[in-house]
């Protein structure tokens, strides 16, 4: 029971360390973020997890960014291009971190996507981790 106490503990420690780091930082402008790119996912991307990230990404980003995430959402702000999630091509940075600060603070320069102030750390996460299984299989996590 200890031992159990002492990862969890040390789990919400990263967790709350990650938060500052990606807090801290403005909206993801194009070609990504030095200091976002250094965060690590705290969220081990299992099943679990994954689920829990495409149940979210359905109820809060299909609407612009297409229920197979290709950036083509049927209630897309007009004159908006979304993001294919899919692709090798992330203008706002690749790494979790990055794709993290872009859900979290919203991406610049024209704030075509909004930041985020309702979905917590650990749902943001989720989210990463479920782009990722459906994302190139090139990718690399980061």
Known sequence: MRRASTVFMSAFALMAIALMAVVSMSAQEIGGNAEARKVKNPVAANAASIDAGKTLYMSR?????????KGDGPQKPKDSHPS????AKWDRGSTDGEIFAVIRN????KFEMKPNKILKDEEIWNIVNYLRSIGPKTATKK
């Not at 980003?61 to 995430?69: I, N, R, S, W, Y």
């Open 61 to 69: 980003c299909k609407f612009c960014h297409g229920e197979d995430a």
């Open 84 to 87: 294919d999630l899919t692709d």
């Open 106 to 109: 919203g991406a610049a320069p």
